[in-house]
């Protein structure tokens, strides 16, 4: 959606209900699509032959529908054609940012379902944020128009892992794997021990990088008009299922 045009303020607040029980009790909503917005790219704006999620919330279910189809093996690979291709030469209308880990069994597009211009996908080991990735995140906010970030981290997370072991151990990690394990530490569950500690600190440190998310100060201007949502969720290897992080 275009921040240029005006909304009606109960719009916005229409927009927020909904986002709010769409992911409501720890699971991503399921639903339909919308007909978006004009696309946008870097240097154009251009019609694209197919719909788009236009906001946050139908951005939301877009993505739970696709991993559902994904962990009930009824993937539909869409968006993969020829005429697609040759479509995106000249812009793209990506709906969601999804900053992930670099896990290769958490392929964002795989695990949603999704095909080309559908997702832009940042991927850093435990989803750290570092300026790199915060430009990225933004880039595809304020130059495209994406309504929807998603931080997705996931079970036995080989990051966390290390950052637990780390602080629990006083080890060093080498070179650079310890300056992402001291990114993820303030999130480690101290209340917990052992494997539960781990998981735990998944959850927060997906909290944690999405609560600094909420608060770029770009980024908050957007989720206070309804244009912008940022939202946490957990993948989990053992049933394929993503679900939401308060």
């Known amino acids: 959606m275009n921040p240029t045009q005006e909304t009606p303020q109960h719009d916005h607040g229409s927009r927020r209900t909904l986002l709010r029980a769409a992911i409501a009790g720890g699971a991503l909503a399921t639903g339909g699509l919308a007909v978006g917005a004009a696309p946008a790219s870097a240097t154009t ?12 919330v139908h951005a939301l279910r877009e993505l739970a529908a696709g991993n559902r189809r994904w962990r009930t093996l009824r993937q539909k690979h869409p968006h993969e054609t020829s005429a697609v291709r040759k479509a995106l030469i000249s812009g793209q209308q990506p709906f969601a940012v999804v ?5 290769s069994r958490v392929p964002p597009e795989m695990v949603f379902d999704q095909g080309l211009g559908d997702l832009m996908t940042v991927r850093s080991a435990g989803e750290v944020l570092d300026e790199a990735v915060l430009g990225s995140i933004a880039y595809g906010v304020l130059e495209l128009d994406i309504p929807l970030i998603m931080v997705l981290g996931h079970q036995s997370c080989g990051a966390v892992t290390a950052a637990v072991h780390a602080e629990e151990t006083g080890g060093e990690l080498p070179a650079h794997i310890q300056y992402v394990a001291d990114q993820i530490r303030p999130a480690i569950d101290h209340t917990q021990q052992g494997a539960a500690r781990i998981d735990s600190t998944v959850t927060r440190n997906v909290a944690m990088i999405s609560r600094r998310l909420a608060e770029e100060p770009d980024l908050a201007a957007r989720i206070a008009t309804g244009d912008l949502a940022v939202v946490g969720a957990r993948y989990e290897l053992t049933s394929q299922r993503v679900h939401a992080v308060a």
């Open 45 to 56: 704006r251009t019609t694209m032959p197919r719909t788009r999620p236009a906001d946050p």
């Open 99 to 103: 900053l992930g880990c670099i896990d």
